[in-house]
């Protein structure tokens, strides 16, 4: 395998910049990709070894690295930039792809952050003495090995390496074609910190091909991957998720929901509802239906309006919603269909519905909901308690805006992902979402009779 780093005469690993190529021309992918497996296997051994003084002293190292080669990065990412609008690729796309001073900047800032968190790894939890004499508990350990396979976002890659390092996991990185020149960058740079640390530099590597084919073989590896955790559109999701022939941690949609209780504070609705949809409208945790209590809709409805009508937010509704909202001046106001229930807009664009229940409510979001984030606004404890009990998403929240389902507005430091499945890890992933559970019992010579 390549090695992107080497140690200077200081004991300090230097960057070797030049790019290489990942196999010899007699190399198929499907060889290589076990290559890559095999290093990744044997690395997690020596990562769940690890101390944690070890595993901190490469996010530390890392941080350090992205701050000295910073402008070795934006010169890397530039090439990225110009072939992206080479190719036509959408502006947004292009956005998602450059690393500028305050990316560069945060990312550095993150891995330190990481590094301060606590380690999982080891923990041992639930110890009770049995009536035969024995302590049964659970040890937290790491997973093993990932694999990554995510589009646009070169920082991704720094997320996913400062998760796997400071869990003791070893992964297989594979970024997008778009960000190969930045993502291979970056990756040096998480050699380079490896090996200061002492640690395998085989714990995170990077697919350094660009060959669609090295994908198939990545989620059909169960010999040296153990989950796989796609990050990108529903279409790479569902292919992942159709293919793969080891566990995927996942989401498909995010069609979130902010419900309009019969009793709410007007001005704190009308606030949240405008933060969770109009913050930001690419994120899968960004408000994309909105349902009102019929108690509320008279009064509710033409103040949200106003505000979507000004930022030019187009609202799908049904009968009710429509007859009020049609009166806000320079509202867009279209009648929904069947479909806009479901959907996930990542655009300006809202399905607003009237219902006559809190049951109603709970009811619509489970059934057309992706079951990722849900809110309820009410002054109503006891709603607001049926609410996160009944609604079956992996994050619910009373009087707070869908956008912070994120893992370091959690307190997780970063996340790997989002979570909708209900084994395993659940709504954003962080550490603990990169660890498993293994029974410890302690004994004193105890036999079963």
């Known amino acids: 395998m390549n090695t992107a780093a080497s140690t200077s005469a200081s004991g300090s690993a230097s960057v070797a910049w030049s790019e290489g190529q990942p196999q010899s021309e007699s190399q198929s992918i499907p060889d290589y990709m076990d290559a890559v497996g095999r290093a ?19 996010l530390l190292a890392l941080a350090q690295q992205i701050r000295t080669h910073a402008g ?14 080479a190719h036509g690729l959408a502006a947004p796309m292009v956005d998602r792809l450059r690393l500028t001073d305050k990316v560069i900047a945060t990312m550095a800032e993150s891995c330190e952050q990481v590094a301060a968190l606590p380690d999982p790894v080891g923990e041992i939890t639930h110890m009770r003495r049995r009536p035969t004499g024995i302590s049964v508990g659970q040890m937290r350990v790491p997973i ?11 920082n991704v890659t720094l997320e996913a390496a400062s998760l796997a390092i400071k869990s ?19 990756w040096k740079l998480v050699q380079a910190a490896l090996a200061d640390a002492g640690l395998p530099t085989n714990a995170v590597q990077l697919v350094q091909t660009t060959d669609r084919a090295a994908v198939g073989q990545l989620i059909a590896m169960p010999q040296h991957v153990d989950v796989i955790i ?22 498909l949609d995010g069609n979130c929901h902010t419900y309009i209780d019969s009793e709410v504070d007007l001005a704190l609705a009308v606030t949240v509802t405008d933060n969770a949809k109009t913050q930001k409208y690419s994120p899968c945790n960004a408000t994309e239906s909105l349902l009102v209590h019929s108690a509320q809709a008279a009064a509710f409805l033409p103040l949200i309006g106003r505000v979507f009508a000004d930022k030019g937010v187009e609202m799908r509704c049904d009968a009710r919603a429509k007859a009020i909202l049609s009166d806000v001046a320079g509202a867009q106001v279209v009648e929904a269909t069947e479909q806009d229930w479901f959907e996930e807009y990542l655009a300006p664009v809202i399905a607003v519905k009237v219902v006559d229940s809190l049951d109603e409510a709970i009811a619509h979001i489970n059934r057309y909901g992706s079951h990722h984030t849900d809110a309820i606004l009410t002054t109503n404890h006891p709603n607001g308690m049926r609410f996160v009990r009944e609604v079956d998403s992996s994050s619910v929240m009373i009087n707070a805006s869908t956008r912070f389902a994120d893992g370091f507005e959690y307190g997780l430091g970063a996340e790997i992902g ?24 302690l004994g004193q010579g105890e036999i079963r009779s």
């Open 418 to 441: 989002i979570s909708t499945d209900k084994f395993h890890a659940r709504g954003p992933v962080g550490l603990e979402g990169l660890t498993s559970l293994k029974y410890v019992v």
């Open 72 to 85: 070795e990065l934006k010169a890397r990412n530039a090439s990225d930039i110009a072939a992206a609008q």
């Open 230 to 251: 796609p990050r990108g559109g529903k279409g790479l999701i569902e292919r992942i998720s159709a293919e793969a022939k080891v566990p995927v941690i996942k989401h």
């Open 168 to 186: 003791g996991n070893a992964c297989v990185l594979r970024g997008g074609s778009e960000a190969i020149h930045s993502n291979l960058a970056l």
């Open 144 to 154: 093993g090995v990932f694999g990554m396979i995510y589009e646009s976002r070169p």
């Open 40 to 58: 990744a296997r044997t690395a997690a051994t020596a990562m769940a070894a690890a101390s944690t003084a070890a595993r901190n002293n490469a």
